[in-house]
């Protein structure tokens, strides 16, 4: 990047701020909210695609068009920007269909799914999740088997094959990073063939730095590299810094909301000791009686429960069923469960006072369609991954927006004990757990 170029982060989904602070977010993508960013003082901005959630076609249509909305503005301004797709740091989304949106005829890539703050390492060509002491590859995790992102290769070479329908995989390795700096992936990427797609070893961020000034001075040279990578590299990068944020004493219980959506084992954790921690009863979001009645028949009896337990306990958990019917695990099917979740959150917005969300797509549709909030503020890390936002969300019949704290808690993320710490930070601390009871 040169300087005074813009930094523009493409989320498919929000947890891609899990490490930064500062820095703001664009819920609802537009002209206008690009053209407020490109004439603020203002180096970077994440705007949030969600595209994780579309299908491959939906992905490539939506960001075909922010492409085009964001470079005119910038031209109108006579602003250079760039372009740098975050993604999962366990392989899911649609990553090379994402790529193919902004690589020219001659580009290469640069792919780096590294995030060390949670565990997520590469060496030797293999991408690993770290559990304790152990490391195991992605590929052998829960997360390799998504129902609609799903793979089987341990070896990232040989997953950008099973993965893509043309690019092509080279794997930088950590010796070399290490013994040659800054020069290996500099020569790694002016030499790749066009879509290549460069894939360095990483298991800091000091190798996560040093993959960052090869790439800056490959870009010197006016070479035209994509670039997609786990939350980390983006802060790397673009020099921004992440927050330790402390849970304030003494805070007074809020009306909150918590909201999961995510399957995974971990999710299914964090829930289970978190409504054992607070002896309160989930409302759930029944899949088969939803697919057989419809969201409008059954969203007005939650909403109503959802409001009673917030006005008695200040607490209430939204979530989605645990075990999901192997009829139900295509990407609408969680779309129905999802406008259901949303449908809901809708219903008791106003009464609200404090938002956890559990998952990334969740996250990212709770706080956009579900809060209608425009845009929100990176504060900081409650721990490890886990973000609080200040979210700007527009009050019905009122000219003014009114903020709301929002935890982003993604699904593959998180202690079993971390929905409960997310819980403290809102005041919800022993004393509170007897009222609750």
Not at 274 to 297: A, D, M, N, R
Not at 341 to 356: K, L, T
Request: hydrophobic share 40%; aromatic share 6%.
């Amino acid at each position: 990047m040169s300087a005074g170029t813009k930094t523009i982060i493409l989320d498919d989904d929000p947890t891609g701020t899990q490490t930064v602070s500062g820095v703001a977010v664009i819920l609802h993508p537009h002209r206008k909210a690009y053209r407020e960013f490109l004439q603020s003082t203002a180096s970077v901005i994440f705007i949030l695609t969600n595209t994780r959630a579309m299908t491959e076609y939906e992905a490539v249509k939506f960001l075909q068009t922010i492409k085009q909305e964001v470079e005119a503005e910038a031209e109108l301004l006579d602003q250079q920007v760039c372009f740098h797709l975050r993604g999962d740091s366990t392989l899911r989304g649609h990553v090379f269909a994402e790529m193919d949106v902004f690589a020219e005829e001659n580009s290469v890539g640069l792919f780096v799914p590294a995030f060390p703050e949670c565990g997520r390492v590469t060496m030797h060509g293999v991408h690993y999740l770290e559990e304790g002491q152990v490391r195991r590859p992605v590929a052998a995790t829960e997360f390799a088997q998504d129902p609609v992102f799903g793979y089987r290769s341990e070896r990232l070479q040989d997953w950008v094959k099973e993965v893509s329908a043309h690019w092509e995989g080279i794997p930088l390795s950590i010796e070399e990073i290490r013994s040659k700096g800054p020069a290996s992936v500099e020569a790694a990427l002016l030499l790749a063939p066009p879509r290549s797609v460069i894939i360095p070893d990483a298991e800091n961020d000091e190798d996560l730095q040093i993959i960052a000034e090869g790439l800056r001075r490959a870009e010197q040279r006016n070479h035209s590299i994509v670039v997609r990578s786990a939350s980390t590299f983006v802060k790397v990068r673009c020099g921004l810094k992440s927050l330790s944020l402390a849970t304030p004493m003494g805070r007074k219980p809020q009306k909150l909301l918590v909201v999961c959506g995510s399957h995974t084992a971990a999710a299914t954790k964090q829930l289970n000791v978190f409504i054992i921690e607070y002896k309160i009863k989930p409302v759930v979001i029944e899949t088969k009686p939803l697919f057989e009645l419809g969201v409008q028949s059954m969203v007005p009896a939650i909403i109503e429960n959802v409001i009673s337990q917030l006005n008695q306990h200040h607490i209430v958990l939204l979530m989605s069923e645990r075990i999901r019917d192997d009829a139900h695990k295509e990407l609408e099917d969680g779309a129905k469960v999802m406008n259901a979740i949303i449908a809901v959150v809708n219903g008791v917005a106003a009464q609200c006072d404090a938002v956890i969300a559990k998952g990334g797509i969740t996250s990212a549709q709770v706080a956009s369609d579900g809060l209608h909030a425009s845009y929100a503020q990176v504060l900081g890390q409650l721990e490890p991954g886990v973000s609080v936002w200040e979210l700007h969300v527009a009050s019905p019949g009122e000219d003014e927006q009114r903020t709301v704290p929002y935890v982003v808690v993604p699904g593959n993320v998180g202690q079993e004990s971390t929905l409960i710490h997310a819980a403290q930070y809102f005041g919800f601390t022993e004393t509170i757990k007897e009222e609750i009871t």
